[in-house]
């Protein structure tokens, strides 16, 4: 963003706040749903299981390790964010012990002891997180940078990698909108600002990020930087990657602005140094992303296909026409078959047979008109059915809430976990198989063969993602189970010649294959960049980099 722009520092009001996650569960207790009727039918039907939960633990039961920060310790950081933006306390702790992969949440489920970090830390400012960086480099103690918490990859372990304690550094603080420029349709955001709070601040200016991954309601500016997040939107908007203009970024050696102008051949551009570094590299305070302003309408279309293949060649001829939706995804058999794609009625018979396909169009009345002509009629002349607007609105209504079902699935002993890749559409029905395949086979031997599902979640010109899910009964040992049947998917995704991930991002559970996705070399380069930055590896240790 233009420096020169007028600062506004408007923050979110503390009663405004996004709560956070619950210490053992995706998202927050009032929010989840008991399992419906057709749901508890379909658990029994398949897996031979009651459908009923099982209570969860009560936090005052949990047992962590104790704190390795000393009295001195604390009093330092203290003295740096305050005192009471410090805490070593069980409970705030046990929120901060990692994300909420289906490893973190089996750990949560289970009577040992509870890895936490070992003090919470919470920085005001850019200076604040710089000081306190230091002050770790200095002590020897490992920094977590913690948003919304919504890492499903591991990316939040608090892992020690030999340092004697580790910290959460709790950006939350961070949570102003500072600057707009209406001009250029740019905005600075704190990187502690929910997507929700985000969105919220943009709108009295008029603009939105349109930026809505499942992890929207919790998920912060910084983590969506970190991670390379792609929302739901990103046919219409792109990634989060393609709105980044600028960013703000403290390191233990100091404090980098990157970014200047629309574009630049002044060099790599250091923002890719940052923009996927899942604070490996540094920590991002402030991030300046393109904007939209709010849409003036909205349009639905469901569409059904055939099967999986006339779906996906369908979306292929939209993408590559220039005609892409705001919103295009397209579920295949299994999924449209048992309606995970709605959430209102999942393990209903689905209406329509074949693969739903959705489609949302935003902006003004006339554009949304033109796009969707434009689009409908190749989706038609490729084998489509429109089905009206239904199906798309109530995918939208209920897009967020899978990850709630998800955690009710572990409760009642059936194993529920996603993953998700990307390749050339070429390739896309090649590396469906071999996913779907390796999954089937390691997750065998368990009554009833695993239920797995796959959809295309994002599209482009010369690709597509697509994103499984795997449900199935949970063994004795359901953390074995699925670290078998992961590791079977990732070499299925390697080998296949897929990405590791497209937008889940590497941590800790995808770190075995970083070596094969940017080869050896790949690797050198990276040690070098977290070489020259952190030198004494006290960011994020652990993840990213093998």
């Known amino acids: 963003m233009n420096r020169s722009d007028a600062s506004i520092s408007e923050e979110v009001r503390p009663d405004e706040h996004t709560p956070a996650m619950d210490w053992d569960g995706w998202g927050v ?15 029994a039907q398949v897996f031979k299981v009651s ?21 001195e310790g604390r009093a330092a950081l203290a003295g740096i964010v305050g005192g009471d933006n410090v805490s070593t306390e069980s409970a705030d702790r046990l929120v901060h012990a990692g994300g909420k992969s289906t490893f973190d949440l089996l750990r949560r489920r289970s009577n040992d002891v509870q890895d936490a970090p070992d003090a919470v830390v919470r920085p005001g400012d850019h200076d604040e997180v710089l000081a306190v960086l230091r002050w770790c480099t200095d002590s020897g103690i490992a920094v977590v940078p913690f948003g919304g918490g919504t890492s499903v990859v591991g990316g939040l372990d608090p892992v020690r990698n030999g340092f004697p304690a580790v910290i959460a550094l709790d950006l939350r603080r961070l949570n102003a909108l500072t600057a707009v420029d209406p001009v250029s349709r740019t905005a600075t ?9 985000a969105e919220k601040l ?4 008029g603009f939105s990020l349109g930026h809505f991954p499942q992890s929207f309601q919790f998920a912060s500016i910084g983590g969506f930087a970190a991670t390379r997040s792609s929302g739901q939107a990103s046919a219409g908007y792109g990634r989060f990657d393609d709105m980044v203009t600028h960013l703000k970024v403290a390191t233990p050696r100091g404090t980098l602005d990157v970014g200047r102008g629309p574009a630049s051949a002044a060099g790599p551009d250091l ?4 923009v996927g570094s899942e604070g490996a590299f540094g920590v991002i305070t402030e991030v300046t992303l393109r904007v939209h302003p709010v849409p003036e309408t909205t349009a639905y279309q469901a569409w059904s296909f055939p099967d999986f293949e006339a779906g996906a060649t ?11 939706p ?10 449209t078959g048992v309606n995970l794609a709605r959430a209102d009625s999942i393990g209903e018979q689905a209406a329509t047979p074949g693969c739903l396909a959705v489609t949302t169009f935003e902006g003004s009345a006339a554009h949304v008109a033109a796009r969707q002509a434009e689009a409908s009629a190749i989706l038609a002349a490729e084998g489509g059915t429109a089905l009206g607007e239904e199906a798309a609105r109530q995918w939208e209504e209920g897009r967020f809430n899978a990850p709630y079902l998800r955690d009710t699935l572990l409760d009642t002993g059936v194993l529920c976990e996603t993953m998700e890749t990307a390749t050339q559409w070429s390739n896309l029905s090649a590396l469906r198989s071999a996913v779907t395949g390796a999954l089937v086979e390691s997750l065998a031997g368990q009554g009833t063969p695993p239920l797995v599902m796959c959809h295309i979640s994002h599209t482009y010109p010369t690709g597509a993602s697509l994103y499984f899910t795997v449900i199935c009964a949970q063994a004795d040992d359901p953390i074995a189970q699925w670290s078998k049947a992961k590791g079977a998917a990732g070499d299925a ?25 940017v080869g050896d070399l790949g690797v050198e380069v990276l040690r070098a960049v977290k070489s020259a930055l952190d030198p004494a590896g006290i960011l994020n240790p652990g993840k990213l980099i093998p």
């Open 29 to 43: 207790a009032p929010q989840r749903k008991e399992l419906s009727p057709s749901i508890r039918g379909l658990l």
């Open 51 to 71: 459908g009923e939960s099982a209570p969860r633990s009560d936090v005052t039961s949990i047992r962590l390790r104790t704190s390795a920060v000393t009295t």
């Open 189 to 197: 955001l704190g990187a502690g600002l929910t997507g929700p709070e």
């Open 202 to 205: 943009l709108a009295t200016h």
């Open 271 to 274: 923002r890719e140094l940052f």
């Open 314 to 324: 369908a979306l292929r001829a939209v993408v590559q026409a220039g005609a892409a």
């Open 326 to 335: 705001t919103v295009l995804r397209l579920s295949d058999e299994v999924e």
């Open 493 to 517: 995704i390697t080998n296949a010649g897929g990405t590791i991930t497209h937008h889940h991002a590497v941590g800790r559970d995808h770190r075995p294959w970083m070596q094969a996705e």
